[in-house]
């Protein structure tokens, strides 16, 4: 067996102990109610097994990702697969700090389903060891990129504590406007959570049946001088084609609840040959979450949120303030660090100028533009609770977009990124 196939192995093993974790935290913070011994002493007990747990699965990431290292003769961090799976770890250390500062159990409850979401959305992309093509042999793309994520998992552990402050103080019951207000959005939160849930569903599901759908596009282009061409590229699809690539011929198309056709053509403004099959992987997703989310709520009988709310009695909403607003400020100088001075000696290094407006570079500045503004409102305007929660949570979808959107959607010198 290669250091590669072992790595994989152990990336299994971490996957299965963190889905473990999460449960036993479930248990923790759920079973209290039902315990008949003192609540406390049984969220205790079990907080304690599922830390131990949630450890114990981190340490297998640690192998999986230092034996990938060294079988692939590079840093773990070059495409999705490898950069996802590496933020997930960080995540996970991130939660062990400051889980080993507050000792809250609720935090695990929420910052493990937060983990084995990103651990499955990796998994998603191709898992080969690719070789690194020239801008990322650099000793800058270790300093860069590591330090980069642990910032970002700092925010991805004060969005899970702001969204639970949020859970834990919005009235669920109340019918007061603002009070319906605040339910709805944090509702749809959740229900954006699901989506993404259903989008990695949505890919192993149909990936598992081995669908194809093949299309043959043409695109014309006029260059600079009135010259027109045409271009001819074969899109393949591995879902449905509800929407098929603009000026395209159906190659060949596997049928689907009697689906024989697609049902619509992608905007012509749309350019790019992976246009139309991104979008159409964005409707199966919310068609699929919508269904998932209404699933569980037939289950529930209620809202998520509302659902969630009634097993957060007893947890200080103040501490999850704090701990929400400690996790960013411990990840904001780190982040500074790695994702604005340190990719700038980088880009120096590989294109020999700092800055160069490149999508990646803008969302980057952004987030730091942002996270700048949350501390400052915090610090000097007072912005605790609500504000600083809803901050908090907004704040890790910019983090996403910058990770996720930019290299999946936008163009640019970080487009390698999304292979």
């Not at 889905?19 to 923790?28: D, E, I, N, T, W």
């Not at 605040?182 to 959740?190: A, C, G, S």
């Not at 904001?332 to 120096?348: E, R, V």
Request: aromatic share 16%; proline share 4%.
């Amino acid at each position: 067996m290669s250091l590669v196939d072992f790595s994989s192995d152990a990336f299994i093993v971490a996957f299965f102990l963190y889905c473990f974790g999460f449960l036993f935290y479930g248990v923790a913070i759920i079973g209290r109610k039902f315990s008949n011994r003192n609540p406390d002493e049984h969220m205790h007990k079990w907080g304690r097994i599922a830390f131990i747990t949630s450890v114990l699965g981190f340490i297998a990431h640690l192998t999986f990702f230092f034996t990938r290292w060294a079988g692939g003769g590079h840093i773990p961090t070059s495409n999705m697969y490898e950069f996802m799976t590496f933020l997930a770890m960080m995540v996970m250390l991130a939660f062990i700090v400051v889980y080993a500062i507050y000792r809250k159990p609720m935090l695990g409850f929420f910052t493990l389903p937060l983990t084995v979401i990103i651990v499955a959305f990796a998994a998603v992309f191709p898992q080969e060891v690719q070789p690194l093509i020239p801008p990322l042999q650099s000793i800058w793309l270790k300093v860069h990129v590591t330090t980069a994520a642990l910032g970002e998992a700092f925010f991805a552990v004060g969005f899970a504590a702001g969204l639970m402050y949020l859970l834990r103080v919005v009235d669920f019951n109340s019918k007061e406007k603002s009070m319906r207000i605040q339910q709805r959005w944090v509702e749809f939160t959740l229900y954006v959570v699901v989506i993404i849930i259903a989008f990695i569903g949505s890919v192993f599901a149909f990936r598992g049946m081995g669908y194809e759908a093949h299309f043959i596009q043409e695109t014309v282009e006029i260059s600079s001088q009135g010259v027109e061409s045409t271009t001819t590229d074969d899109v393949k699809y591995s879902m449905p084609p509800i929407v098929k690539p603009y000026n395209s011929q159906v190659q060949s198309m596997d049928s689907f609840l009697g689906m024989k056709e697609p049902l619509f053509e992608t905007p012509s403004w749309m350019k790019g040959v992976d246009a139309a099959r991104k979008l159409n992987t964005i409707v199966w997703s919310i068609i699929n979450g919508t269904i998932l989310y209404g699933l569980i709520r037939l289950v529930l009988r209620r809202r998520i949120g509302a659902a969630i709310h009634s097993v957060m009695d007893g947890v200080d909403p103040e501490d999850l303030d704090e701990i929400s607003y400690r996790a960013i400020a411990i990840g904001y100088p780190i982040f500074t660090l790695g994702a604005l001075i340190f990719a700038m000696i980088w880009a120096y290094i590989a294109w020999s100028r700092f800055w160069g407006w490149d999508p990646k570079e803008v969302w980057a500045l952004i987030t730091w533009l942002y996270y700048t503004a949350y501390l400052h409102l915090r610090l000097s305007r007072g912005w605790h609770g609500k504000k600083s929660a809803w901050i908090a949570v907004i704040g890790f979808v910019v983090v996403m977009f910058t990770l996720i959107g930019v290299n999946l959607v936008l163009v640019g010198l970080h487009s390698y990124a999304g292979v």
